[in-house]
C-alpha cells in the first residue's frame, strides 16, 4: 500500500481533510518488495480461505479433524527440524543467499532425521494407525519445510514474479486439486492428497539454490536503504528449545483436544485456526520478513500499530462472515458447533496481529536472545492453560476451555506486543 496519490495537495472541503486523515491512519510506506508480498500474502489467504470453505462444504468435521490431526503433526516435525532457519536465513543478509539456503536445507533435513522416533511417539500418543499416517507426515513435512526456506530465499534473491508465484502457487494449486477430487468423486485422501501438492509446487521454488541463473545473481545484491546491526545471534540451542516449545504447543492444542472432547470437537477448533491464523503470518510475511530481508527499519511505530489493528479488523470481518455463513445456512447443520469458538479465537488471533506486526524489531535491537525467552516463557503459561482440565477435569468443557486458554494466550502476546514497540534502535 502506497501513500494516497497527491495527500500534500491543499484541500478545501473541511469533510474532504477529514475523510484523508481517517484514510492516513491506514496509509503505509510500503516497499515494491513489501507490496508484492503483501499482495501475494493476500491472495494466498484468500485461496486459504476457499480451501477452508471447500473442507466446510464438502466433507465432515470428523473428516476435517482428521486430516488436521495428521497435517499439524507433520507441521510439529517440519518446525522442529527447521529450527526457525527462514527467520535467520533473513536476518543474516551478510550472507551469501545461496549458500546459506544450502546449507540451511542441509542442516534441516539432519534434524529432521533424528526427529523420526520423536515423530513416531507423538503418533503413538494421538493413537493414529502408524502405517497409512507416516509416509503422508513425512512427504507433508518435507515438502512444506522445503517450500518455507523457498519464501526465505525468494525474499533474498528473488524477482518480483518469483517471490509472487512462491506465495500464491501452493495454495491454489491446493484448493484446484480438492475441487477437482471432489468433482470427479475420489474415493481417495483428497484432502491430503491436496495439501502435499500445493507444499510440492512451493518447495520446487528453492530449485535455483543449486542452479543460480545470472539474472539471480543479480537480484541477489542486496541494497541496503539503512545500515542498521541486524543479526541472529542467538545460539543453535537457544533457537531449537524455541521451537520445540511452540511446536510442542501447536500440536498439543490438537491432541489435547482430539483426546478430551472429540474429533468433531477438533474439526471445528482447526478449521477456525486456520483461517483466522492465517492473518497474523499474512502480517509476519509481508512486514517482518521483508524488513529483515532488505536490512530496513521502521523509524516510526504508528506504522507498525497502525498495521496490527488493521489485522485485528481484517480478524472481525472473517468472524462476521463465518455469522453470516452459519444464519444463511451456507454451511450444514454440522459445522454450527464453531460458534463457541468463533470469539475467543478471534482475541487470541488479533493479540497474534499486534505482536506479527513488532516481530521484526528484537532481531533489529540486539534484543534477539531475550525475544526468545519471552516467547517461551508465554508458550508455557499457554500450555498449562491447555493442561489445566487435568487438575481439574469436571470443571471444564470444550467452551470453558477455549476460553480460558484464548485468554492467557491474549494476554501474553499483548505483554510480548508492548514490550517490542518499546524496544530502541541500536543503530
Known sequence: MAHLAGQNATIENPTGQ???QRFKFFSFSFSSTSQTVALASLLSFGTQVLFALLMLRWFSPQEVGEFSVISQIAFF??????AQAPLTLLANVQQPPHHAAKLAWRDTLIRGTFLIPLVVLVLWIAH????PALPWIFAIAFSQMTWMLSQSFALLTGSTSQQFLVRIL????????????????????TLLTA??????VGAWHLFPAWHPSPQVEKASKIELHVTINQADNRSNRLRTLHTLIDALLATAIVIVWQRSYSAEETGWLTALLRVLGFIPAVIHMAWAQV?????????????????????CFAVLCVVLLGYLALDQSWLSLTWHGIVKYLWPIAIWQCAACLSAAFSHRPFQTNTETQFSWACIGISTLQALALLAPIAFPDSWNASTHINFFAFVSATGLLLLTLWM????SNR
Open 18 to 20: 477529514w475523510l484523508m
Open 77 to 82: 516435525w517440519m518446525t522442529l527440524a527447521l
Open 128 to 131: 493414529i494407525n502408524f502405517l
Open 170 to 189: 501452493p495454495p491454489s494449486v491446493a484448493a484446484a486439486a480438492i475441487t477437482i477430487g471432489t468433482e470427479f468423486s475420489w474415493e481417495g485422501p
Open 195 to 200: 495439501a502435499l501438492l500445493g507444499y510440492a
Open 291 to 311: 524488513k529483515l530481508s532488505h536490512n530496513i527499519e521502521q523509524l516510526n511505530r504508528k506504522h507498525e500499530w497502525r498495521l496490527g489493528f488493521l489485522g
Open 421 to 424: 514497540a518499546s524496544l530502541k
